[in-house]
Every structure is written in structure tokens, then in C-alpha cells.
């Protein structure tokens, strides 16, 4: 099983998440970034494991009904669990740990990679950095190296 992990924020949703009322609520993802991220799926048939803060407040059948209404061809197949967050430099570091978490306890995983905004590259050795989050998953080379990864 080939394993994508997903954060949203700088990656297919690029806007500013901002709760009028003060509660999170899902906001429509980038189509243009759904459409690669599709690409990316038909291409290497992946699944998709989100990483992002929005598993905290949105349940997995909820995110999943979601990505369908999103245009997504799959919806994500789990979350990764999460860890309290103390301080602010924690949050790379507790994420990657999430993740390596997630793929120490499944046992068919044949290949792997995980995209983010967050820096994660000295803790993740398949990674692949969001820069420029004005684009995030549209910005050149990051699909070819996101496939590189999911194929080797």
C-alpha cells in the first residue's frame, strides 16, 4: 500500500483560515489543488492518511463524506493520532513523530511520503516541503517529486 500523508493548510486549501465565529469549520479546498492532488492519486494509486490540525475537530467519516464533495476521487483512509502540542517548536517535530507513529503500527506499506507547509525535512527522510503556500501542492516539481517518492 502506497501511503500519502495530507496536511490541508498551505497545500490544498491556501487561503487564510479564518472562523468568523470562532469555531473551525471545513473550507472549500483549492480546486486547482484537488486536481493535482487527483492526478496524483490515479497516477501511483495511492491512499491518503491526513495529517493535518483538521482531524482534531472533524471526525473521519465527516472528512471523508467532505473530500468526496471536495472532488477528491478517494477520501482519506485514516488519520494519524495526535500528540498535546506545549509549544510552539514542538508542532514539526510532533507531527513527523505522528506520522512515523502511523506507519510503525501498519504493516503493508510499501511506499510512503508526506507533504506539508510545516518544515519537517530533519525528521522525515520521504518529505516533501510546501513553500510557497500561495500555491502549495500546485507549485512546480512538488507533484513529479510527491510521484518520485510514492514510486520508489
Not at 10 to 36: C, M, N, R, T
Not at 91 to 103: D, G, S
Not at 132 to 139: D, F, P, V
Request: hydrophobic share 45%.
Amino acid at each position: 500500500m502506497k501511503i500519502l500523508f495530507l496536511d490541508h493548510q498551505g497545500v490544498i486549501y491556501l487561503d487564510k483560515a479564518i472562523w468568523p465565529d470562532g469555531k473551525p469549520k471545513l473550507l472549500d479546498f483549492e480546486q486547482g489543488a484537488v486536481s493535482i492532488l487527483n492526478e496524483i492519486i490515479r497516477e501511483v494509486d495511492c491512499e491518503i492518511v491526513v495529517s493535518s490540525d483538521w482531524k482534531t475537530w472533524v471526525d473521519l467519516p465527516k472528512m471523508k463524506s467532505f473530500y468526496i464533495e471536495q472532488g477528491i476521487i478517494k477520501p482519506p483512509i485514516a488519520y494519524t493520532s495526535t500528540y498535546n502540542i506545549k509549544y510552539l517548536d514542538d508542532i514539526a517535530y510532533l507531527r513527523a513523530n505522528e506520522i512515523k507513529n502511523w506507519l510503525a503500527s501498519i504493516d503493508n506499506i510499501t511506499s510512503w511520503v508526506a507533504i506539508d507547509d510545516l518544515d519537517m525535512r530533519e525528521h522525515l527522510s520521504k518529505f516533501v516541503w510546501i513553500e510557497e503556500t500561495e500555491k502549495g501542492i500546485m507549485a512546480e516539481g512538488i507533484k513529479k517529486r510527491v510521484v518520485d517518492y510514492l514510486l520508489a
